[in-house]
Nanobody
């Protein structure tokens, strides 16, 4: 019932930073777990980070721990992904997703609603 829309992707140099945004319209935003996934060329769509309804619980893939921070603003119906110390292997299309009820947070199949994706390219 919610429609996520991503923004903030672009081209950055290795070691740089980027903040992605996802605004979700429709539904009741604070009822949803929100997450970021990414798909690199020739790879599967993999989990990056997730945040529960009130923001009290966050989860990160090992590949981005210490470099990424997920947060949400339930007034603005927006979730953010701040990424620092970017590496060329972070290059991917990044997707925002929403799950209406409790499900396993790192599984693609747990999420019912997906955005179109935003491209992040990290140059060396």
């Amino acid at each position: 019932q919610v429609q996520p829309v991503e923004s903030g992707g672009g081209l950055v140099q290795a070691g740089g930073s980027l903040r992605l945004s996802c605004t979700a319209s429709g539904g009741t935003f604070d009822n949803y777990t929100m997450a970021w996934f990414r798909r690199a060329p020739g790879k599967e769509r993999d989990f990056v980070a997730a945040i529960r309804r009130t923001g009290g619980s966050t989860y990160y893939a090992d590949s981005v721990k210490g470099r990424a921070t997920i947060s949400r603003d339930n007034v603005k119906n927006t979730v953010y992904l701040q990424m620092n110390s970017l590496k060329p292997e972070d290059t991917a299309v990044y997707y925002c997703a929403a799950a209406p009820d409790y499900r396993t947070i790192s599984y693609v199949a747990s999420y019912d609603y997906w955005g179109q994706g935003t491209q992040v390219t990290v140059s060396s």
